[in-house]
């Protein structure tokens, strides 16, 4: 069964002090894994897509990167506006998959100034 | 450019009785999908398109129903409402199915 799992389901850091968000995922055949920023009241927002295991990409103080079990979003020196629940989906290869994507139950970040 | 727009923001509904979500998207993409999110559950998918004429079946889409009758619009049905529908549903949109989905802002369904 396709599935993906987030951890940790919330984080609290003080404004600079970087860190890391997980995202594993099982899925048949991964056809690309995207991160999702979430505001309160609001709809994902897309940030990456990552398509095969050691592929990495940036924005700003964020940086995924993609092995073949897990990914990472990696929050460099971060700010109170980085305070979000950042979210990750896998959308499964093969036949008739619809573009759907599986998302994991996010992570709520916190920077505190 | 509006993107995703969804209406209404909010609703309350009581059980059975019904309601229609509405979806339009102005980006010409082929693709469109209703995700439910329940709080600590993430977004289950519900229905979705390819294309107009074209829908199928996600992952939780008993008490629902979808028509696509036109590239921009996915207008979601709920036909007897339960307490289990309360949630916040999103629609969103992606020009094929490799690419980035784009979201709407969101409609908050209370059923009481």
């Known amino acids: 069964e396709d599935q993906v799992t987030q951890s940790p389901e919330a984080l609290r850091l003080q404004e600079g002090e970087s860190s890391s968000l997980n995202c594993s995922y099982t899925v048949s055949g991964l056809r690309g894994l995207f991160w999702y920023r979430q505001d309160p009241g609001k709809g994902p927002e897309f940030l990456f897509t990552l398509y095969s295991a050691g592929e990495e990409k940036e924005k700003e103080r964020l940086k995924a990167t993609l092995t073949k079990k897990e990914s990472f979003l990696h929050i460099t020196a971060p700010k109170p506006e980085d305070s979000a629940t950042y979210l990750c989906a896998v959308q499964p290869g093969g036949y008739n998959q619809g573009g759907k994507l599986i998302f994991g139950q996010g992570t709520e970040l916190s920077v505190k100034p | 450019n509006a993107g995703v727009t969804q209406t209404p923001k909010f609703r309350i509904l009581k059980i059975g009785q019904s309601m229609t979500l509405q979806c339009t998207q102005d980006m010409n993409h082929n693709y469109m999908y209703w995700y439910r999110q329940d709080p600590g559950m993430g977004l289950k998918l519900i229905y979705y398109?390819?294309?107009?004429?074209?829908?199928d079946k996600g992952e939780v889409p008993n008490g629902y129903n979808v028509s696509r009758s036109t590239t921009e619009d996915f207008p979601l049905r709920l036909e007897l409402a339960a307490p289990s529908q309360t949630s916040v549903y999103f629609c969103?949109?992606?020009?094929?199915?490799?690419?980035?989905?784009?979201f709407g802002q969101g409609t908050r369904l209370t059923v009481v």
């Open positions: 969103a949109s992606s020009l094929d199915g490799t690419m980035e989905a784009f």
């Open positions: 398109s390819v294309g107009a004429g074209i829908t």
